[in-house]
């Protein structure tokens, strides 16, 4: 099956007898004979996939002999290694797929004779089609309106939920019984010379020059970096979009006037080195707000070890037998991949619970470029925000599709673009693509199945003819990073948590821990009208023109993640997908890693196409830094026993000890027993010195 692979992929990217069906032809990419670094950079690229393609390439023994005489260059070399150790993983994991899947090497061996059949005009949307079946299948039948429309009704089916019993005590006072969250990203300033003129001392900016030599450790999508203007920041912005929603409520009824919100922050670093000017730079910046309706909490990696060390390891030594306690150590923590402060920013809600107020019964996590748009929420579904988050269905039970009974202990609004809201808060903030399949589409097109699964999810409206959110209602698989709360029972009950290697899409992880777990399975309320407006566009434009790179990396990273984590859950790939697909399931595939590859050399293709939109900078920092990030990723994944089963376990007894030791200061705290209460006033201690606030004036 190797060559039929390789020709498979001559005819992608186009040779002497064929047209590129990616529409960009990579032989013309390849310059050997150019020595500046934005035409090594392509014709490193175009070599890799010119050497995947073989002898079926007239130009493939050419591109390997380049590929080798830069194995050993300082600035190359590294980045010819990763292409050289791709072409014989792409082409194993190809054969081993082949060996495994009898159905795939069918397909495969299908679209090879379909791709060598000259004497026939092919159509296009069939090639595409046939191409699809072996490299993205979830897509398939997404591709023309007519089908698509058929599965946006097909997928609310699959959503639906037939209730069987309301929650009997929802939430009722939503500012006092819901903590909310949201988590703050912080980075280097992108202006070393700048670091003079920063909000922080004189120590501090001593560090940083070190900080910068350092290095960045981990990535995120567009932080705000620490020399940037606090006012123009999304951190005030989402800030003072809060406070406005709850001084809205107060006058709508929903919170007294002398409340306020409990708001806990995490602050992600990309240097460890950056964790206590980060603190320095957000407090300096809050303290030109007065707020009058938050308590704000800002919670950094110092912080969260401390609620370890302190309370959490001296519990489990009282409590527990077992001397296995470092399951904790690390647990708890807000830097790292997105997946560690999404699942502090969950747990925190009963952490919060147990130490500081056991009438918070929720916690909800919300984006800081995202606000409650709450006139148009008023006038167009007739609640509030918090009103929306006082529905019995959140909480609720009922049977899913499956036939599982179901617990909704989740809840998920959706999102709407800052541009659109005024026209109507259920327009999809994510569109069916109109443009054609070009490059990197060819083989992975996300985007297609993320706007149907907006439109089948998130823009479900309950009806009394149809879905009608008594009876029945649908839901999520497909959240986003706001707009989503757990209830505090359902977290001491089911447990859930994305672990610390999740990269990207941490939301959606988060149900996988759990997803077939329990006689009543945990799940997520889709609450129709609870809309928030994504003001992404008011973020600065550098910024997000800077992490546009570090985003398709990402997305790379999620998908051989996605697809190893898949294989350490207790239940079969096929089962996890039939409840994940379209667009979650998607990034679970059973040849990742020449998913990933492909991807990356055919985007980089188009950037060079694509002259006018790429320069020399964010090419070669793509290829190179890009590079580097993947082949750290597949090394740690391909070179054993997948190594994600372990951490896997360790998180998961770790969360359960967290728990196990929650519930049992809980109950020692009930009974007056002289250690829980000590250990509550040490947890207070801690939280309250946490607090910041913008000069939180007295109401």
């Known amino acids: 099956m190797k060559e039929k692979f390789r020709t498979i992929i001559s005819h992608i990217i186009g040779s002497e007898t064929s047209k590129p069906v990616c529409g960009i032809m990579v032989e013309d990419q390849f310059k050997p004979d150019r020595t500046d670094d934005y035409s090594i950079a392509g014709t490193l690229n175009a070599a890799f996939l010119i050497g995947l393609c073989g002898e079926a390439h007239s130009q493939s023994k050419n591109a390997l002999r380049f590929l080798?005489?830069?194995?050993?260059?300082?600035?190359?070399?590294?980045?010819?290694?990763?292409?050289?150790e791709g072409l014989d993983l792409v082409l194993s994991e190809i054969e081993d797929r082949c060996f495994a899947d009898?159905?795939?090497?069918?397909?495969l061996n299908g679209l090879y004779l379909w791709l060598i059949n000259e004497g026939e005009v092919k159509d296009y949307d069939q090639t595409i089609n046939r191409i699809w079946k072996i490299f993205f299948p979830e897509g398939l039948s997404l591709r023309d309106n007519r089908s698509r429309d058929e599965n946006i009704k097909l997928l609310r089916e699959k959503r639906k939920i037939r209730i069987s019993r309301l929650n009997p005590s929802p939430i009722s006072d939503p500012v006092n019984q819901i903590l909310f969250t949201s988590n703050?990203?912080?980075?280097?300033?992108?202006?070393?010379?700048t670091l003079d003129n920063l909000n922080i001392s004189t120590e501090n900016r001593q560090k940083l020059k070190q900080v910068i030599r350092e290095g960045q450790v981990w990535w995120y999508d567009h932080p705000v970096p620490v020399d940037m203007a606090f006012e123009n920041s999304e951190i005030l912005h989402g800030l003072e979009g809060l406070e406005k929603a709850v001084e809205f409520e107060k006058v709508h009824g929903t919170a007294g006037k002398d409340h306020r919100l409990n708001c806990a922050l995490s602050v992600s670093v990309t240097h460890p080195g950056l964790r206590d000017m980060a603190r320095e730079y957000i407090e300096y910046g809050m303290d030109m707000k007065k707020f009058r309706h938050l308590n704000i909490f800002i919670f950094s990696e110092t912080d969260t070890a401390g609620m370890t060390n302190e309370v959490l390891l001296p519990a489990a030594g009282r409590y527990f037998d077992s001397s296995d306690h470092d399951v904790l150590n690390n647990l708890l923590g807000v830097d790292g991949e997105y997946g560690r402060h999404y699942s502090f920013l969950k747990a925190v809600s009963a952490f919060?619970?147990?130490?500081?107020?056991?009438?918070?019964?929720?916690?909800?996590?919300?984006?800081?470029?995202?606000v409650f748009p709450q006139e148009e929420l008023a006038e167009q579904t007739g609640y509030s925000a918090f009103d929306h988050l006082k529905t019995p269905l959140w909480g609720s039970q009922g049977i899913d599709s499956f036939g599982n009974k179901v617990e909704?202990?989740?809840?998920?609004?959706?999102?709407?673009?800052?541009?659109?809201?005024?026209?109507?808060?259920?327009t999809p903030d994510i569109k069916v693509p109109e443009n054609g399949i070009y490059g990197e589409d060819l083989v992975f097109f996300s985007r297609l199945p993320q706007a149907?699964?907006?439109?089948?999810?998130?823009?479900?409206?309950?009806?009394e003819d149809k879905i009608d959110g008594k009876s029945y209602c649908i839901q999520r698989i497909h959240v986003t990073g706001g707009t989503t709360g757990i209830l505090v029972d359902s977290l001491m009950k089911h447990r859930p948590f994305t672990p610390a290697f999740i990269g990207r899409a941490e939301d959606q992880a988060y149900i996988m821990s759990v997803l077939q777990g329990g006689e009543n399975k945990l799940r997520c309320l889709h609450k129709s009208g609870l809309v928030m407006r994504h003001d992404k566009d008011l973020t600065n434009a550098d910024l997000l023109r800077s992490a546009e790179m570090d985003k398709h990396i990402g997305d790379y990273l999620r998908i051989l993640v996605f697809s190893f984590y898949a294989r350490v859950l207790p239940w079969g790939i096929s089962d996890i997908k039939a409840e994940l697909d379209p667009y979650t399931?998607?990034?679970?595939?059973?040849?990742?890693?020449?998913?990933?590859y492909l991807r990356f050399a055919l985007k980089a293709a188009s950037m060079i196409a694509d002259k006018s939109g790429t320069?020399?900078?964010?090419?070669?920092?793509?290829?190179?830094?890009?590079?580097?990030?993947?082949?750290?990723?597949?090394?740690?994944?391909?070179?054993?026993?997948n190594p994600l089963i372990g951490k896997f376990r360790k998180e998961m007894q770790g969360w359960n000890l967290f728990y196990d030791i929650l519930a049992m200061i809980q109950k020692g705290i009930a009974e007056g027993d002289s250690f829980a209460l000590d250990l509550r006033e040490k947890a207070r201690a801690l939280i309250e010195s946490c607090r910041a606030g913008g000069k939180q004036v007295k109401l």
């Open 615 to 641: 320069d020399v900078e964010q090419l070669i920092d793509f290829i190179l830094n890009g590079g580097e990030r993947l082949d750290r990723k597949i090394r740690e994944l391909t070179s054993g026993l």
């Open 352 to 370: 919060w619970h147990v130490f500081m107020d056991s009438g918070v019964k929720a916690t909800f996590k919300i984006d800081l470029d995202q």
């Open 184 to 193: 703050i990203l912080i980075t280097a300033p992108g202006n070393p010379h």
């Open 585 to 596: 399931g998607c990034f679970i595939s059973g040849i990742p890693v020449t998913l990933v």
């Open 68 to 84: 080798e005489s830069f194995k050993d260059d300082p600035g190359w070399g590294q980045t010819v290694r990763f292409y050289l």
């Open 102 to 107: 009898k159905g795939f090497a069918e397909e």
């Open 452 to 463: 149907v699964s907006t439109e089948a999810e998130m823009m479900t409206r309950y009806e």
């Open 408 to 426: 909704l202990g989740m809840i998920a609004g959706a999102l709407v673009n800052r541009n659109d809201v005024k026209e109507s808060l259920f």
